[in-house]
Structure formats: structure tokens, C-alpha cells
């Protein structure tokens, strides 16, 4: 029903800027949590951050001050601009949402935290390397 694909994935040097993009498409609704996730090698997927329809954000402590989620309705399309990147931050990065009726708009805005469960539409993955 909807479908995701990420892009911008890249190397960088440390301290440097990477932005990624989140297309989505087919059967979407005004009512969402949207987010991102990561997994580095040999790691557990954790969440990165996250925003709801009402545009409200959140962000998980490690990128706190240097990551920023955002989103354009109009084209929905899903972003992720990271700063300051570190050797920690390189991982697949993956974009997730979860779609709900109206009437159900406050309890998905209100629980749109980065846990996995809460999401249930993921893309491919898009590759973040940063070298020191």
C-alpha cells in the first residue's frame, strides 16, 4: 500500500554534512508517524528520529544538536540532514512510516517515537559511510 525509497546515502569525512531524502508514495494519509533508522555492522537497528503530521519531532540522544528531520507534504518526501557527522553515525540508514485514519490522528501523533514497532512501511536502505 505505500511504498519507500531512500536516496542521498554517501561517504563523508568526520565533521562533514550528509542530507537524506525519503520518497513515498501509493496510500498515504494525513495521519503519520514518519522516520528514520539506522543499523551498523554488527549492530542491533536503532531509531534516529522521528515526525509526526502534526510536525512534531523527536530525536534520539546520540544525534541530538546535529541531525534534523524534516518533510515536504507536497511531494512527500521524508529528510534527514545530518551535521558533524562522526565515525559512529555510519550505518544503513532506513526510512520507516506508519499510516492511520483521521480518527486516529492523535494516537499515532502521540506515540510517534523511533521505536521499530511503532512503524510498519520501511524502505531499502541507503549507505552512510564516514571516514576519519
Known amino acids: 500500500q505505500v511504498q519507500l525509497m531512500e536516496s542521498g546515502g554517501g561517504s563523508v569525512q568526520t565533521g562533514g554534512s550528509l542530507t537524506l531524502s525519503c520518497a513515498f508514495s501509493?496510500?498515504?494519509?494525513?495521519?503519520?508517524?514518519t522516520g528514520w533508522f539506522r543499523q551498523a555492522p554488527g549492530k542491533k537497528r536503532e531509531g534516529v528520529a522521528v515526525?509526526?503530521?502534526?510536525?512534531?519531532?523527536t530525536y534520539v540522544d546520540s544525534v541530538k544538536g546535529r541531525f534534523t528531520i524534516s518533510r515536504d507534504n507536497a511531494k512527500r518526501t521524508l529528510y534527514l540532514q545530518m551535521n558533524n557527522l562522526r565515525p559512529e553515525d555510519a550505518a544503513m540508514y532506513y526510512c520507516a512510516g506508519t499510516f492511520l485514519s483521521e480518527d486516529l490522528k492523535d494516537t499515532v501523533e502521540r506515540y510517534c517515537i523511533p521505536r521499530e514497532e511503532y512503524f510498519g512501511f520501511w524502505g531499502q536502505g541507503t549507505q552512510v559511510t564516514v571516514s576519519s
Open positions: 501509493g496510500s498515504t494519509t494525513n495521519s503519520f508517524c
Open positions: 515526525i509526526a503530521s502534526n510536525g512534531n519531532t
